[in-house]
Structure formats: C-alpha cells, structure tokens
C-alpha cells in the first residue's frame, strides 16, 4: 500500500530564507507527483506536477525535483516571502488506479 | 472560468439526517474527485469519475454514502444516515486528464452534531 510521509510536519523561518520540503512515498510505480499549496478555509492550488518520467519542474521560485527510484522529492523556495506561509502537500498518482495519494503536509510559517 | 464551485460551503445538521454535497466541475473537465479531509486521516480520495462514470469507489467509507454525476457539470455526494464521525471538509476537484493537476474546489465543511 502506498504511503506518503513528509517532514517536517511544521516549519518557522525568517522572510528571505531559501528552503526546502521533502516528501518521501514507499512504492516508486506512481503515474506523477504533485505538490499543492493550502490556505486556511480553502482548497488545494496546484504549484507544479512532476510526470515519472521527468526528474524536475520550475515555476517562478518553486522548484519541485524527483528521484523515483529512492522514492523522493522535494520543494525548494528561493527567497521565501509572508505570503508563501501555508500548508504544503505532496501526492503521487498511483501507476495502477491514477487515484492521488496525499502526505500530511508540512505548515510553513515564513516570519516577516 | 468559475473554477471547481462547491456547496454548500458550510453545513450544521443533526445527527440521522440526510445530507447532500453538491460539486460543479470547471467545463470541459472529463475527471471528477471527491475527497474528504480530517485531522486524524488527512486527505482521502473517495470515489472518482471519469466521463460522469464512477471508476473507483474503493475510498468511499459505508454504504451510507453515495455519490452521483448525471451530467457533466454537477455531481452530488449524499450521506444518509450522516453520524458525527461524518464530520470533515469534502473536497471536489477536477481535471482534464489523469495526467493533469487537479483543480480543487474550496470545500464543504460539515458538521454532524
């Protein structure tokens, strides 16, 4: 059964900080992996989406890589800002049923 | 576009009460998800359609729910008898293609007493 685990649960940095979040998931026949952002009382945004066959994906200060055969990937954020404080979670579409399997997330705190 | 639009956005009712949780996926958008979130177990994929035709329902916890898409712009998720272990944040979302991000609504939250 595939499981998605990302770390850390909580992040807290100062505004300006580069960072980055890691996901990690235990079957590597997944279809794509996602990483959505989160606001309190809303639903997910779509940030990037790494087919299996890619190894990373940019947009703007997001840069998403993956290492599917270690069952990795992380979110890297240049220069982080106030506004980029939300939830953060990472999912994988299993290879077999295209259903998406979410992580916990991790609550990023970026202080101004 | 609208995006994913969902209602009703909140929703109190009592325990054995019937509820109905209505989802219009942006146009155009051949797969439709629902999901529910909890603190306990996070974010669950329920059931799934694609082409208004439910493909997986393996997620969808007792016969007490059931969802439908008679079209390809609404579909309803019903709980009937709801119980307070019912009580979440149902998310619709859409896409498509498998391959695609999936475009999430902004959710119900519902509160079973």
């Known amino acids: 059964k595939q499981e998605v685990t990302q770390i850390p649960a909580a992040l807290s940095v100062p505004e300006g900080e580069n960072l980055v979040l890691n996901c990690s998931f235990t079957?590597?026949?997944?279809?794509?992996l996602q990483w959505f952002r989160q606001d309190p009382g809303k639903g997910l945004t779509s940030l990037l989406l790494?087919?299996?066959?890619?190894r990373e994906q940019t947009s703007g200060r997001l840069n998403a890589s993956l290492d599917k055969s270690s069952g990795r990937s992380t979110l890297y954020i240049a220069a982080s800002q106030p506004g980029d404080s939300a939830t953060y979670l990472c999912?994988?579409?299993?290879?077999?049923?295209?259903?998406?399997?979410f992580g916990s997330g991790t609550r990023l705190l970026v202080r101004p | 576009d609208a995006g994913v639009i969902q209602s009703p956005r909140h929703e109190v009712t009592e325990m054995g009460q019937e509820v109905t949780l209505r989802c219009k996926p942006i146009?155009?958008?051949?797969?439709l998800f629902w999901y529910r979130q909890t603190m306990m177990r996070g974010l669950e994929l329920l059931i799934y359609?694609?082409?208004?035709?439910?493909?997986?329902d393996s997620g969808m916890p007792e016969d007490r729910f059931s969802a439908k898409m008679p079209n390809a712009s609404f579909s309803t998720l019903k709980i009937q008898p709801s119980e307070p272990r019912d009580s979440a944040v149902y998310f619709c979302?859409?896409?498509?293609?498998?391959?695609?991000?999936?475009?999430f609504g902004d959710g119900t939250r519902l509160s079973i007493l």
């Open positions: 979302a859409s896409s498509d293609r498998v391959n695609q991000p999936q475009h």
């Open positions: 359609f694609n082409n208004n035709v439910p493909i997986d």
């Open positions: 079957d590597s026949a997944i279809y794509n």
């Open positions: 146009s155009g958008h051949d797969y």
């Open positions: 999912a994988v579409t299993e290879d077999s049923s295209y259903k998406l399997i």
């Open positions: 790494i087919q299996s066959s890619q």
